[in-house]
């Protein structure tokens, strides 16, 4: 037992001389030789900052000790914080004391646990409180705040702001006080700090009007492993042991702390006093120990209802205000029978006829009544979300059009209290749209003319040409012959092109029946056995049996005669770029869930991806004596049979084409 004491007591007095070397070899790490450069903005009070010629701090307190804590040596450089984070990208630095979370500086920056935590707060000048208060978001307002932080980007967002920017925290106190800015948003602890030491506290209001939690770090390379990790221990080990709490109130003076123990204390003295009051009622009557019981009910009943209020009060604050007035769109709240609850300045103006109407029913501005006629009853019963909807309103002789979105609103209890409505003028933005749409059908009938033109014009002129030297070669047996065989080519050339418009622009009515998927291909086939035996192209089929698809049978043999016409022009002009050893046209057909696809694949010519982009434009075509409307036909004949098309296709490879439909088997 005597040993083992010994030996104990010898441990603790190696950790307690020598904690740093311990931890470092717990690590695997030894870092006694180097010397840590530490960049800090030395215009930050009270967390570091310059006074009677000795930098001092909070922050710097803290990684004193943590340097300590490990047998660090570092160095304290004091600079601006835009080139502490210059220099540590450069490797000049090894760590920044008192920085914000950066994301961009991830990769290469380890932020260690928060060192410090506040708020970024509104500061206003106390004889200015009310005045500001009434006209913030209705009238400019010049607002001192740090560069490049999240509450400039906050600045950036209120309506009439105007800002005046600082590169430190100390620069836009100063902007306040000289006089440069009606208020300021930026740390509470920093401006409690610089009112106290100017005893100016009562001359300034630190308003709950905007408020966001602001946590600054180390920033620490990722050179020296280990290094974040020893300065994270030391920040868990000295909170745990209270020697953090003991910095933190040398150097901070928070107002908010003080507040809150006062209200403890006070909380504390009312409980025992009742405490107090209660044995003395026990001891002299406990017969009274039923009223006492309901009067604590009472109690408890009340505080329920303060909480409730002051939750309520919370929810319905100034912030709330001012991002519903800084709102382009109308913006009104109702609760679940449709009283308005709030309504912004653009819906007072838009449909309140310039009268806030809060505290009616909704239904009494007619426009918004039509807007929720459909959709209120799915918002408030369940809870349903109608975003997107648009709105047409004729107002002497001109149309108005609104998009709109409503949705619901759920209180603190996560139960649905009414619904938000907000409404967007797309007016002009209908009318540009318009105008747009107008340009590409024009443009799209003006192509459509040249290029009907173009392809009568080409057989006219050949015709013409034959007809123009007929009188002077009329007896010459070969022309004889070539006129006999081109003129009624040409005929005929043009008559297709005239049928396929006709097709195009005027189908016919549909007649919807079963058809066979394995019959209809077959036949397809039929058709083109000969032209297919002559070109030297491999026919490979694979249909399932028994798939049946409901549609007009004309319609889809005329589409997929089209597909099979196409995809031997693609292999015909495959044989005259690059030769292939076989030519392959494959159709195959499987049924897929409730839907019949048909699979047309070749090995012809295909397309770029430019011209697959085009393929189904009118009369776009690739090939020389093309008419452009084959495929634009194929496409509208399937869909117009509730079909799909999906198309791929690579240069100089193949194309494969997908039809898919509705259908299913002769056994369902």
Known sequence: MGKTGLIVGVLLILLTVSGGTFAQSLYGIDYSDEVFKVGFDPNLPPYQYKEDGEYKGFNLDLIRRIALEYDLEIELIPMALNEALVQFENKELDMVLGIRFIRNMEETMDFSDSLVQST??????????????????????????????????????????????????????DLLLMGRADVMIGVRHVAEYTFEKFDIEKDYI????????????????????????????????????????????????????????????YLMLVLFTALGILFVIVVLNRQLKKRILDKTEELRLANQELEEKIIEIWQSN?????????????????????????????????????????GETVFSMASVSRMLENCFDGVIHRGERFMGEEYEHQVAGRTWTYRYALYPLYNYLKAIGGAILTIEDITDEMIVRAEAEERKKHLAMTQLIASIAHEIRNPLTSIKTYMELLPRKISNEKFQNQIATVVPKEVDRVDRLIQQL????????????????????????FLFQPLLEEHGIQVKTRIQENLIVRVDADQMRQALINLIVNSMDAINEMKQEAPLK??????????EGPEIKIIVEDN?????????????????????????????????????????????????????????????????
């Open 318 to 358: 100034d912030l709330k205000n001012l991002i519903l007035e800084s709102s382009p769109r109308a913006i009104i709240i109702f609760d679940t029978e449709g009283k308005i609850m709030m309504m912004n300045e653009m819906a007072v103006k838009h449909f309140g006829e310039g009268k806030n109407r809060q």
């Open 502 to 525: 006709i097709d195009y622009s005027k189908p016919r009515d549909q007649d919807i029946v079963d058809v066979e998927v394995k019959s209809l291909v077959e036949y397809c086939l």
């Open 582 to 591: 076989e030519y392959l046209l494959s159709l195959s057909s499987f049924k």
């Open 206 to 265: 630190i308003s709950n009007l905007y408020e966001s939690p602001v946590d600054y770090y180390v920033g620490i390379t990722k050179d020296y492993p280990g290094l974040l990790t020893m300065v994270n221990n030391t920040l868990r080990d000295i909170k745990i042991s209270g020697e953090y709490e003991a910095i933190y109130n040398r150097w901070i003076n928070d107002k908010t702390l003080e507040r809150q123990k006062v209200i403890v204390e």
């Open 604 to 668: 012809g010519i295909g397309m770029t991806k430019e011209e697959l982009q085009n393929v189904f434009e009118l009369f776009y075509t690739t090939k020389s004596r093309g008419s452009g409307i084959g495929l634009p036909l194929f496409k509208e004949l399937i869909e117009k049979n509730k079909g799909r098309i999906e198309i791929s296709s690579v240069k100089n490879e193949g194309t494969r084409v997908v039809v898919i439909l509705e259908g299913g088997t002769h056994e369902e």
């Open 120 to 173: 970024v707060s509104l500061v206003i000048p106390k004889d200015r409180e009310e005045a500001i208060k009434e006209k913030l978001n209705m009238e400019p307002f010049l607002i001192s705040v740090e560069w490049d932080s999240p509450e400039y980007e906050f600045v950036k967002n209120i309506k009439k702001a105007n800002y005046n920017l600082a590169f430190n925290q100390e620069n836009v106190i």
